[in-house]
């Protein structure tokens, strides 16, 4: 495959950078510009990183990815909608095997830590039978707050009015979508995080020097470039697989597992290496921290994806 950015993600690259350095309302902007019609999964991607590296705390993975299935199996939303999805429920993190249910055209179950629950306008609902779409309108929402500071909810479906999307044609197009878009994020997060660890260790001085010449920092920081450069190769192989309509379960089982991995080791370094500075809430990095120990872990964090990649290994 060709590793470079195409014409469209540098574009899409170029103006999201843009939008998210110097608006005050970067949500409206982004709609405005049309840059939530996005369709391609390299572009999308594309656009998460940039999102993750400039820590912008807007609803993008949620609308473009999580919601979905709205516009590929059902009826477009109109622009700027907010979307989201229920994923996980309290005993399961597989949308597979959900226990949410649909029984004459009405929704029973629940639905924990869905993201932007109360400002989404609609939810996608993996149940028994199929893929659903509701108004959260017409759902109990119990509201809560992440691990990084954004909203979430338990969303509760007792007779709420339904759309079926499909079945596991479904399933199988977006849980794809889902894998690169966690991967693009957690990247995204990764960079940003080991960029101001950077310019941290460039001017921190110590004992008469800048702490980033002494050779156990450049070591460490140089194993965690190394961690983002894995990551990197790896979201691209799994998003140009699934832009191509080409068998990506390996790949991405490989770009998960490095994700988490990854960004948990690249963060932690980074902590690390500003002494306990970069806890400081007046200062970006735990920001970067918490939002990829939020991310890490849907749909499974990098154990389960080893132990999915064994899985795979074994069937060949």
């Not at 999102?51 to 949620?62: D, K, N, Q, S, T």
């Not at 055209?105 to 400002?119: D, H, I, M, N």
Request: hydrophobic share 45%.
């Amino acid at each position: 495959m060709d590793w470079q950015e195409n014409e469209m993600q540098e574009a899409v690259s170029g103006l999201a950078k843009q939008i998210f350095a110097g608006s005050t309302q970067p949500w409206k902007d982004l709609v405005d510009a049309q840059i939530m019609d996005l369709e391609g999964t390299l572009e999308i991607a594309s656009l998460l990183v940039a999102c993750g590296r400039a820590g912008a705390r807007v609803p993008l993975f949620e609308t473009l990815v999580l919601g979905a299935p709205i516009a590929k199996f059902g009826e477009a939303p109109a622009p700027g909608t907010v979307l989201t999805a229920g994923l996980v429920e309290a005993h399961s993190r597989d949308p597979r095997r959900a226990t949410t249910r649909c029984e004459g055209g009405k929704l029973y179950g629940e639905k924990v830590c869905v993201p932007w629950a109360s400002q989404a306008s609609r939810i996608v609902v993996p149940a028994t039978d199929g893929v659903y779409v509701a108004n959260l309108a017409d759902c109990r929402i119990e509201e809560g707050t992440a691990t990084h500071d954004d909203p979430v909810g338990t969303v509760v479906f007792d007779g709420t009015p339904c759309e079926r999307l499909g079945g596991d044609e479904v399933l199988d197009w977006w849980l794809p979508r889902v894998d690169v878009g966690v991967c693009a994020l957690l990247f995204g997060l990764a960079k940003e995080a080991l960029i101001l660890t950077a310019k941290y260790v460039a001017d921190r001085q110590q004992f008469g020097r800048p702490i980033g010449s002494f050779q156990a920092v450049q070591q460490r920081a140089a194993d965690a470039w190394i961690d983002l450069q894995a990551m990197e190769v790896c979201l691209w192989q799994a998003a140009y697989r699934v832009d191509a309509e080409l068998d990506s379960a390996r790949e991405r089982a490989i770009a998960r597992y490095w994700a988490a991995e990854g960004a948990h080791r690249v963060t932690a370094a980074a902590q690390h290496l500003h002494g306990g500075f970069g806890f400081d809430r007046d200062y970006p990095l735990h920001r970067y921290f918490l939002a990829v120990k939020q991310h890490e872990f849907l749909l499974g964090g990098a154990n389960q994806q080893l132990e999915q990649l064994g899985d795979l290994v074994a069937q060949a």
